[in-house]
């Protein structure tokens, strides 16, 4: 046990420092990529300006809005000045918001955040159970419609389902706000209820992926050697379902769960934030991205980049629990 | 590019005096029509109650500290907390704020004095005064360290030097502008923007990051009595929030402004924002032209139908990757004949604006429609006359196309900025209308940033960068041959758009070149142009002129549709909509 703990611990450490050298290998190319790009934070305002009808010298302009960036500094300078900076932990100034990134970050990542969670727990507890019902109904009236439900809530592109729940249950019954109040506390019931139609819009393609991927790997396992052998010993149908067909099963499920959550950051729930007016982490990049602001986009680049990296290494380590025949060394 | 009504007024009509018809009297040469001159805002008297939810706004601000800011959603933020100077009514009359009295003109058109109400103070409760505009102008938004916008709105060239005006205070509460050469537009420059306390601002000063950075310039802790509501929060891609201020200089008398809080709530698509004023979740947003007739048709909302100044253009490309035959006027005045506006408003604003044939639109004091060649519309809609004008610069029609120089069947490219449908739909249907006259068209719709590098900048041989106008040699990176892209009229100082169509205009980038229309531009900004109904005639030639020789197709003025509920009373529809909002209030 001891022995496994430090192997656990050595293989963790070693995959820290992967993800810090892949993290900066991603940092680096986006920096370069951005700069290198169509587009110049001067785009937006120039077109601003030019709608003004008044601004006669452009050049002038320009130039001020690149020193204003910091565009007027050689590149490698450029580089050299946003590493010394986030090593100082500093991850810079938001142009486009007004404010230092890291509390940009700090104050809006919590929306995505309990979008996506509240979101995931939703599809993996109905998309888990209806998975393993569809499985164990294979071929069935029930299984047929649990399919094709599934195919219905992957194809329905959210954009449109939202507007939908919108119409229906904020414009027509009354029963929703029509956008996300961000003055009601987190978590409180209140804010719950507000999350209802966001959760259902990002959670109704995730539910119907997990259970057709929990079906599928249902089925498989309902085949194995050692259910026939547990069912042999006289175990309880539910036993044999619960304790050892679910528990295979959920091996890859849990990897595309992770991923999900990982999307906090990559701005996986872009859509439904822009649709119900949640001022998450996904609508902040993706602004970002349009108004050519750096710092944001680095800044997310990067710790999208870490997240995604550390859920995985979380995945692997959850299979060593799931799974005892896993280890690592 | 369009603006909206109050993103129009704080961009470019924080101006000085509404030019009339009549020449100036002594001491003041722009004089405003008999108007009544608002200083306390005469109004009954009206609960204070409820939160206003704006939900126009397109998108969020960018910054709160103003001299940095270039986006229309921040110059509105701003203006909630803080008036400035004057304002406009929806006849373009001024409407004093700031100051105690109208601006005063000197007779040689080169002094501009300004006097400040003596009621005005900070956050800390120390006086608004003339030091405060000084220092802001002088030390802040005429320095070398501060990237300011709009630094060439108060330069002037002298002896071929390009100079900052000069700004002095005279007492306290009076401050001047002194130029060295005549601008008569300059009058509607010197009330544009606020000012920053010197006491707070000084702390800053040489440096940019802390300038933009420092905390109390950004949270608008500072604005006193200087504005209708006080900063409460600001949660980014969300909403901004303030509240009533009830020390509100012009609230003195009547109590307002009459709602507690005002929300500027964003929303990410027109669809979002228009179900929201339908669930009665906000109070206003705008209304996309074919959801006009459902809203008008709901009980509790009201909606209002304004002009614009911004309009939608064709670009010919003059320069030499660009088809020669928009050389020849004849040719431009063929395919605007073969153009129909009436179709183009009807299909694709659904009526929602108007004709143009010009940069000036009908609202500006400075617009005249005699004179202008209406291009497009009745008599010169005629595609049988617009191919015989073609005909006639030497281009022949074969088995229903159109030949170019080398026989060949024209074939030309259109772009545009994806993302914008109405831009789309027009390329769309200038392709149509052009089929009719034998000219195959090409669509091209292109994301904004490679539209404007790769299409729109042009370069020189030799050339180290790429401008908007790099002279006459310049061509892009990529060859057009027109383009749909919207601009905007300054109504009050339109002379502004020589940006896009004097030979030397930052902005020309399609590369028009007119002797006459550069003189007729030159002539605007020029010392005759101090008297007014000499002004006005320079820019009615200039519109007549261009109207024929047709730099661009003109296409439409868009009209902006707002979706109010029906319980705000107080509302002043026009192109100044929301001038007098202070005074909107809820009904019992």
Known sequence: MAGKKASMGEYIARRLIYSLVIAWGILTITFFLLRLGPGSPADKYLANIAASGRVRDIAQVQAAIEARYGLDKPLYLQYVDYISNLLHGNLGWSLSTSLPVTELLSKHWIYSFELILLSTVFAVLIGVGIGIYSAVKQGTKADYAVTFFSFLGISIPNFWLGIMLILIFSVKLGLFKTYYDTSLPLFSLENLKAMTLPVITLGSGMLAGYSRYVRSATLDNLRKDFVRTARAKGLPERTVILKHVFRNAMLPVITIIMLDLSGVVFGGAYLTEIIFGIPGLGRISFNAIFADDYAVVVAVTLIGAMVTLIFNLLTDIAYTFLDPRVRYV | ?588
């Open chain 2, 1 to 588: 590019m369009h603006l909206k009504r109050r993103e129009f007024l704080r961009l470019c009509a924080r101006a000085g005096l509404y030019a009339g018809l009549g020449v100036g009297l002594s001491g003041c040469l722009e004089k405003t029509k008999e108007a009544p001159q608002n200083t306390t805002l005469p109004s009954g008297l009206h609960p204070v109650k409820g939160t206003y939810i704006d939900g126009t706004s397109t998108g969020d601000a960018e910054t709160l500290n103003w001299a940095l800011a270039a986006d229309n959603a921040s110059l509105n933020y701003i203006g909630l907390t803080m008036d400035g100077l004057i304002t406009y009514d929806n006849s373009l009359n001024v409407q004093l704020r700031w100051l105690a009295e109208p601006v005063r003109v000197s007779e040689d058109g080169l002094t501009y004095t300004l006097v400040l109400r003596d009621d005005l103070y900070w956050g800390d409760g120390k006086p608004l005064t003339s030091d405060d505009f000084v220092y802001t102008f002088k030390n802040l938004l005429f320095s070398d360290w501060l990237p300011f916008n709009y630094k060439d709105d108060y330069q002037e060239t002298v002896n071929g030097k390009k100079l900052y005006v000069d700004v002095v205070a005279v007492d306290r509460q009076t401050y001047q502008f002194r130029r060295q050469t005549v601008y008569p537009e300059f009058i509607y420059r010197v009330t544009d923007f606020w000012a920053y306390p010197k006491h707070i601002a000084q702390k800053y000063e040489g440096n940019l990051d802390a300038f933009t950075q420092a905390d109390e310039l950004n949270n608008l802790r500072y604005t006193g009595n200087l504005g209708p509501y006080r900063f409460v929060e600001w949660v980014r891609s969300d909403k901004f929030v303030v509240e009533r201020n009830p020390d509100y200089y012009l609230g003195k008398e009547n109590g307002a402004p009459f709602f507690e809080q005002y929300v500027v709530k964003i929303f990410g698509t027109p669809a979002a924002r228009q179900a929201a004023l339908e669930a009665g979740d906000i109070t206003s947003t705008t209304i996309d032209p074919l959801q006009v007739s459902k809203f008008k048709g709901m009980k509790g909302i009201n909606v209002y139908t304004n002009p614009t100044s911004g309009y939608d253009v064709l670009l010919w490309n003059f320069r030499k990757n660009g088809w020669e035959g928009f050389r020849k006027k004849e040719v431009r005045q063929a395919f605007a004949e073969s153009i129909g506006k009436d179709a183009l408003i009807q299909s694709i604003y659904l009526g929602f604006a108007d004709p143009a044939f010009s940069f000036i639109p009908r609202p500006s004091p400075w617009f005249v429609e005699t004179g202008l060649k209406r291009f497009g519309v009745g008599a010169l809609y005629n595609k049988e006359e617009a191919k015989k004008k073609l005909e006639a610069a030497g281009y022949k029609q074969k088995e229903g196309l159109l030949l170019d120089n080398s026989g060949n069947p024209l074939k030309l490219s259109i772009i545009t900025n994806s993302g914008n449908k109405v831009r789309e739909s027009i390329a769309f249907l200038v392709k149509q209308e052009l089929s009719d006259i034998g000219v195959e068209v090409e669509l091209k719709s292109l994301p904004w940033p490679t539209m404007l590098n790769q299409y729109l900048k042009n370069k020189a041989p030799g050339d180290k960068a790429s401008g908007f106008n790099n002279g006459p040699d310049a061509v892009s990176e990529k060859s057009w041959d027109m383009c749909v892209i919207g601009f905007n009229t300054d109504v009050n100082a339109p002379s502004g758009t020589s940006s896009f169509f004097a030979s030397d205009g930052g902005l020309n980038m399609s590369g028009y070149s007119n002797p006459d229309v550069d003189e007729l531009f030159r002539k605007a900004r020029s010392k005759e142009a101090l008297d007014t109904s000499v002004r006005k005639g320079i820019f009615a030639g200039l519109s007549a002129l261009i109207s024929e020789e047709l730099p661009a197709d003109f296409l439409a003025f868009p009209q902006s549709n707002i979706g109010i509920s029906a319980k705000v009373k107080g509302i002043e529809p026009g192109i100044s909509m929301g001038y007098n909002s202070q005074l909107w209030y809820f009904e019992e």
